[in-house]
């Protein structure tokens, strides 16, 4: 798949009637010749460009890292806080209302006690393959970025991905970024590559789906 078969999907998806608010774009893989049950396939991949839709952090300090995460995390819990969160109520609350959580290393067995296990059943525990346990001198800026251009791809039940890759509002060339480099991040986690995929298709919001 290269960027002039994408950029055509994009031509035809936008030819279809506009809607009243800003639709998003969401990129397709079909699967095929892989037992999901085998291979399950679950893995975040990193975006070119922000995707157009705000991405909400929160971290797990102790006084360490409290001012970084003050400067760059939408919501900061230290130490001394854990306990306002015991209440299941505020804990599924947590899970819902914040994309990825970070947490510094020293902490993470009272972070897995705390709030291990509704965050593990909404699968947002701070995860160590993105990064997202950190030591205490680490440096929170970048990770933040790479967060906000972060989307998980999982096909636990069916033959199917699919992800956000940007808005109508943005620049057409950032769309296509994107969608390359999830396709491109999926064939590496796929056991056979591009033989496991059947097609990619790109849809808007309220939109009939274009094979790319």
């Known amino acids: 798949m290269d960027k002039q078969q994408v950029k055509k999907a994009l031509e035809e998806l936008n030819k279809q009637p506009k809607k009243k608010f800003t639709q998003s774009y969401d990129l397709v893989i079909n699967l095929k010749n892989i037992v999901i049950k085998q291979n399950p396939v679950d893995f975040f991949a990193t975006l070119q ?20 995460a003050q ?3 939408d919501l900061v819990i230290k130490e001394a806080d854990f306990s306002k969160y015991q209440d299941k109520k505020a804990l599924k609350k947590l899970a819902k209302e914040y994309d990825y ?17 509704v965050l593990g059943m909404h699968g947002k525990m701070p995860n160590p393959k993105l990064g997202c346990v950190v030591p205490p001198n680490a440096t ?18 069916g033959l199917n991905l699919q992800c956000m890759v940007g808005k ?3 620049p057409q060339d950032d769309v296509i970024d994107n969608v390359l480099a999830v396709y491109q991040a999926t064939v590496k986690q796929l056991p056979s590559e591009s033989q496991n ?7 808007l919001t309220m939109g009939k789906p274009v094979v790319v």
Do not use: W
């Open 49 to 68: 460009h922000p995707k157009g839709k705000p991405i909400k952090t929160a971290c797990f300090v102790d006084q360490q890292l409290a001012d970084q």
């Open 71 to 73: 400067q760059n995390c």
């Open 101 to 117: 959580f970070i947490a510094q290393a020293t902490l993470m067995p009272k972070v897995a006690a705390a709030f291990g296990k």
């Open 140 to 157: 929170l800026e970048p990770l933040v970025d790479k967060l906000r251009r972060t989307v998980r791809l999982s096909a636990k039940k």
């Open 168 to 170: 109508e509002d943005q």
């Open 197 to 203: 995929i059947r097609n990619v298709a790109l849809k």
